[in-house]
């Protein structure tokens, strides 16, 4: 959606949501990933299911979660 205000796009809960069940996450391995920046995978949980907002902050630090998880299990499994 976009933010009219800002004249930025930012992603629907739903969004987010189909981006981390398609890569294969849990709340709580997202969480884990973010570490000690203070986001629990309650929190995130509460952000997919809209009853906490959603803002461009919290959408890059989940993303950059999921990317850092993947390309994670990606060299744990190259090493295999």
């Known amino acids: 959606r976009l933010d009219y205000l800002t004249g930025v796009y930012l992603m629907t809960r739903l969004e987010l949501k189909h981006i981390r069940e ?19 995978h309650q929190y995130i949980s509460l952000i997919e299911k809209g009853e906490k907002p959603l803002n461009k ?16 299990r990606m060299e744990a499994n190259n090493g295999k």
């Open 57 to 72: 902050e919290l959408e890059q630090r989940i993303l950059n979660a999921i990317y850092k998880a993947d390309m994670k």
């Open 22 to 40: 398609n890569y294969g996450f849990s709340f709580r391995q997202i969480a884990n990933e973010i570490g000690d920046r203070g986001l629990s």
